[in-house]
Nanobody, 126 residues
Framework: QLQLVESGGGLVQPGGSLRLSCAVS????????VGWFRQAPGKEREGISC????????YYADSVKGRFTISRDIAKNTVYLQMNDLKPDDAGIYYC???????????????????WGQGTQVSVSS
């Protein structure tokens, strides 16, 4: 049974940092790409950062380039999203999703996810 569990969200001041974790069970990261998606109130879910299953290549939305870093620990079957210099516009519910073969760009830009976690809330406010 495939399951994705996010953790690490919370309230942070502008300029602060958080690290989100997505623990994956039931499939291995060797065969499934994983992405982080954000949904802000009143907005559609958008792809923030995705990482491929094959070579670990990554994709970042323009809004987070240079501030967020996605990484994976295959041994722990966990994907991380390090978020630095957080801004109020970064707030929302962050979901991780796993998908079969897809480039990280396609996964993020087309919001592709075969399996989804329950989400973790990120709030950025002074």
């Amino acid at each position: 049974q495939l399951q994705l569990v996010e953790s690490g969200g919370g309230l942070v001041q502008p300029g602060g940092s958080l690290r989100l974790s997505c623990a994956v069970s039931g499939v291995t990261l060797d065969y499934h790409g994983v992405g982080w998606f954000r949904q802000a109130p009143g907005k559609e879910r958008e792809g923030i950062s995705c990482i491929s299953s094959s070579d670990g290549s990554t994709y970042y939305a323009d809004s987070v380039k240079g501030r967020f870093t996605i990484s994976r620990d295959i041994a722990k079957n966990t994907v991380y999203l390090q978020m630095n210099d957080l801004k109020p516009d970064d707030a929302g519910i962050y979901y991780c999703a796993a998908a079969g073969p897809a480039t990280p760009q396609a996964m993020c830009m087309l919001t592709i996810g075969d399996y989804w976690g329950q989400g973790t809330q990120v709030s950025v406010s002074s």
